[in-house]
């Protein structure tokens, strides 16, 4: 799935690839889910689409339109087509453009996405110089087999037809698959010699100081003409240009490759920078479009890089199957790290609706914008410091993560006077930032909670988040160097046997309400977080453990993973082991030093048979011991 995120700021990009354009459609003067004027739709199958699209208001249209924004913020609004029928079935659906006529060196142009990478549609686009009926339709441009999960642009020559009256067909020609979105269709009169720097990928938005880049990047061909060499340019700030010639293999219309630069620049003092890279000439012809040609980055050098506490955001459900596939190791596996209580990991989960809508009670607002501005599109998903997508879900990740630099000190904590929390975060900056890029994010999340309806085997939750301040959005944090930025949050909490889907509730059916409050800093443009913070308060159970008198376990029941709490008024050595009622040792951690204060240590479970079982603790000074449950 998608997901590969820009680490630069471009501050100027190509608005237009070409320098005419005959028509261009963008579907935002569509009423949905109606086409737009001139437009026409052909259904020749007469299939059924399954109720679960009925949103989509297909009823016996081949194509509508539909307001996706809320998932894809820059595309706005999209023609849809589906081959997803009940019974199934093959799509014969037809979408095909007003009449136009066609000049010299013109291209059509398009985006498409299929919005599910296991079942993704393909197309045909065809073209007919005589009429409207399908039977017209005689010449076939391209055929895409299966349209990419990541929104692509695609082109075709239309220079066979110069001179003539044409129409525009897309057809879908899938077989029981998912969605096909299409957007910003155009016709476009190109140059034959027309280069663009779309990416500077080599710069980083945040840097220590002293430090060079080297710069690279991605170079796109808008010109008619395969391109093999372009002559192109990079400046810092104010300093020389370097110049520098590239050389590619004949690239086509539209298609891109990446260059790099073989001289970096010098080292970057402390302060914002201004890098831009550019375009000159194509194939030895002086650049005339000017207005695509040209790619700058902000680069933010801090006066120190400090140690890093790694935010771990992921993306589940209680009704996805392969989400509880998931988090049956990686919640242990998480849970071991300590999560949210002060130290170098943060785990924030939010819960998704889907792909059971309305099944999952701590769906919220709250999530549903993260999952926008991350742009999910399928789960479980989990991503570190908001750049890098976690593949494997290991600790070989997470030490990655809290091996990155950071850019701001940070340090929380949190208080609760009955059913009032509040939060508070001081946020000390090593950078300072530009553009009202940069955010702070409040979050209240809970520790843990039983779901004994969860559609899935999943029943047991952690680190769910339950409401964010002032909503998934944040607030503004423009940063100034050494000029701390102080922030609270003040929450009622209310507790319920189930939450409502949509609401901030918080869960009461667990053997302990836990509360934890985890703040981040993140630039909204290239995702990078600077750093995290956190604080837990355990409501009953688990906070109020005396000295060496007892030791708190929870979940119990459990399934997957328990969490063994001791709390030492001064250093020691601990021995755990874990027996069945046959005195059988079925878990035994070697001795371990624990630090003052309360220590907690989750148990992975999971091969534990349904039964009773004895936590052992041993302490210097006695042996401890309480009883654990695991179902199944």
């Known amino acids: 799935m998608k997901k590969k995120l820009l680490s630069i700021t471009l501050l100027a990009a ?39 699209l009925s949103a989509y208001n297909f009823g016996t249209n081949a194509w509508v339109t539909r307001d996706v924004s809320s998932g894809y913020p820059t595309y706005g609004k999209v023609a849809v087509s589906t081959s997803w029928y009940n019974p199934a079935g093959t799509s014969n659906d037809w979408l095909i453009s007003p009449q136009f006529t066609v000049a010299p060196n013109t291209h059509l142009v398009w985006e498409a996405i299929a919005t599910d990478s296991q079942y993704p549609d393909g197309y045909q686009v065809l073209v007919s110089t005589t009429g409207t009926t399908t039977a017209s339709f005689t010449n076939t441009l391209l055929t895409v087999n299966a349209e990419n999960s990541a929104w692509t642009q695609r082109a075709v020559n239309l220079n066979s037809f110069v001179g003539q009256n044409i129409r525009v ?24 010699n027309d280069g663009a720097v779309t990416t500077l990928t080599s710069t980083p938005v945040y840097m220590a100081p002293g430090g060079t880049v080297s710069v690279s990047g991605s170079f796109k061909n808008n010109g008619g003409a395969a391109v093999n060499t372009a002559a192109m340019s990079y400046r810092l700030d104010n300093n020389a240009v370097v110049n520098q ?16 630069f073989t001289t970096p620049t010098g080292a970057l003092a402390a302060g914002t920078h201004t890098l831009k890279a550019w375009v000159n000439s194509v194939n030895g012809v002086t650049e005339t479009n000017r207005t695509n040609d040209t790619a700058v980055a ?47 990991v943060n785990v ?20 549903n914008v993260r999952r926008g501005f991350y742009d999910v599109q399928g789960i479980p998903y989990a991503i570190t410091n908001g750049v890098t997508e976690m593949q494997a879900h290991n600790q070989a990740e997470i030490n990655a993560a809290k091996a990155e630099p950071a850019w701001v000190d940070m340090s929380s904590s949190i208080s609760v006077v009955g059913n ?33 309806s969860a559609a899935t085997s999943q029943k047991d939750y952690y680190h769910a988040m339950r409401v964010m301040n002032p909503n998934g959005a944040g607030s503004l944090a423009n940063l100034t160097v050494g000029t701390p930025v102080n922030a609270s949050f003040n929450h009622t909490a209310v507790t319920v046997a189930t939450p409502a889907q949509n609401s ?18 993140q630039d909204t443009v290239s995702h990078d977080v600077l750093n995290s913070s956190s604080a837990v308060y355990n ?9 060496d008198s007892k030791i708190g376990v929870y979940p119990n029941p459990a399934s997957n993973a328990a969490t063994i709490a001791v709390k030492l008024e001064e250093t020691a050595s601990v021995e755990i082991s874990v027996v069945d009622v046959t005195g059988k040792v079925v878990y035994a951690k070697e001795k371990e030093t624990l630090g003052l204060g309360q220590n907690e240590i989750t148990i992975n479970t999971e091969s534990f048979k349904q039964g009773t079982y004895i936590v052992i603790v041993k302490t210097n000074e006695k042996v401890l011991n309480t009883k654990l449950t695991i179902v199944k």
């Open 420 to 452: 009032n929390i509040v939060g508070t975060t001081t946020v000390t900056p090593y950078v300072t930032t530009t553009g009202n890029r940069v955010r702070l994010f409040q979050v209240l999340a809970q520790k843990y909670y039983n779901y004994p």
């Open 245 to 260: 010639t590239m050389n590619f293999s004949a690239l086509g219309f539209l298609q891109s490759a990446a260059y790099s």
């Open 14 to 52: 190509a608005a237009v690839n070409a320098q005419t354009i005959l028509w261009n459609q963008d579907f935002t003067s569509a009423t949905p889910p109606g086409l737009p004027a001139g437009w026409m739709q052909n259904n020749v199958d007469g299939n059924t689409v399954v109720t679960n």
């Open 169 to 192: 067909a897309f057809r879908n020609n899938s077989n029981d698959m998912y969605l096909l979105f299409l957007d910003n269709i155009s016709a476009q009169v190109v140059a034959a």
């Open 298 to 344: 902000i680069i933010h050098v801090a006066t120190q890089s400090r140690p890093r506490n790694a935010l771990i955001e992921e993306f589940s459900s209680s009704t996805c199957g392969p989400c509880a596939g998931l988090n049956v190791t990686f919640d242990p596996l998480m849970n071991t790290n300590n999560p949210n209580t002060g130290g170098q």
């Open 504 to 521: 901030f509730d918080f869960w009461i059916n667990s053997p302990t309400v836990a509360y934890e409050y985890i703040a981040f800093v």
């Open 348 to 367: 924030i989960k939010y819960q998704m609706n889907w792909p059971g809508a309305g099944n999952d009670p701590s769906y919220n607002q709250h999530g």
């Open 539 to 547: 409501t009953v159970g688990l906070v109020n453990l005396e000295k």
